[in-house]
T-cell receptor
């Protein structure tokens, strides 16, 4: 039982490049989330999904797209990376019957030059 | 919109008790959760209040007062390993979290 895993752990991009971050969970959770965390700040919700095939915008969705083609996977895409997207990205999942707990992945550190 | 306020940094001595406050300006949330995050690590769940009052989980307790728009996390018998950042989070529909900016706790010998 790996919980929530994220790929890659670290990535350096040049401005304008694209990339996809992969999140996978093996807990059969319905809900999944993507956050970004900047130095000295809390986590801000980018996008979330309440089930396979569904996605919705969070607090800071601009510049990102997501897809949830399979229940266990949630992908975060950056079509044209900008230096302002340098951050640590966390994926999380949650059960419909346990509202207080989100299980987080280890994070992906992204540097955009 | 939501507004969550936490102190940015707190320092305490090993073995002491420390309280981290969280004040908010919002309504319509289901509950207040607390998460711990060590440097370079992922946030992990500590405590949750769906209703007003005190919830105790070992050395950690959390309190919520909806009438005062206020909550706190209480850490007792502080240990060096408790040095970390602590985040309060309001919970909304679909288990969406809105996080505070975090409190860095420094535990000194």
């Amino acid at each position: 039982n790996a919980g929530v895993t994220q790929t890659p752990k670290f990535r350096v991009l040049k401005t304008g490049q694209s990339m996809t971050l992969l999140c996978a969970q093996d807990m059969n959770h319905e809900y999944m989330y993507w956050y970004r965390q900047d130095p000295g700040m809390g986590l801000r919700l980018i996008h979330y999904s309440v089930g396979e095939g569904t996605t919705a915008k969070g607090e800071v969705p601009d510049g990102y797209n997501v897809s949830r083609l399979k229940k266990q996977n949630f992908l975060l895409g950056l079509e044209s990376a900008a230096p302002s997207q340098t951050s640590v990205y966390f994926c999380a999942s949650s059960s419909t019957v346990q509202e207080e707990t989100q299980y987080f992945g280890p994070g992906t550190r992204l540097l955009v030059l | 919109g939501q507004s969550l306020e936490q102190p940015s940094e707190v320092t305490a001595v090993e073995g002491a008790i420390v309280q981290i406050n969280c004040t908010y300006q919002t309504s319509g949330f289901y509950g207040l959760s607390w998460y711990q995050q060590h440097d370079g690590g992922a946030p992990t769940f500590l405590s949750y209040n769906a209703l007003d009052g005190l919830e105790e989980t070992g050395r950690f307790s959390s309190f919520l007062s909806r009438s005062d728009s206020y909550g706190y996390l209480l850490l007792q018998e502080l240990q060096m390993k408790d040095s970390a950042s602590y985040f309060c989070a309001l919970i909304y529909n679909f288990n969406k979290f809105y996080f505070g900016s975090g409190t860095k706790l420094n535990v000194k010998p």
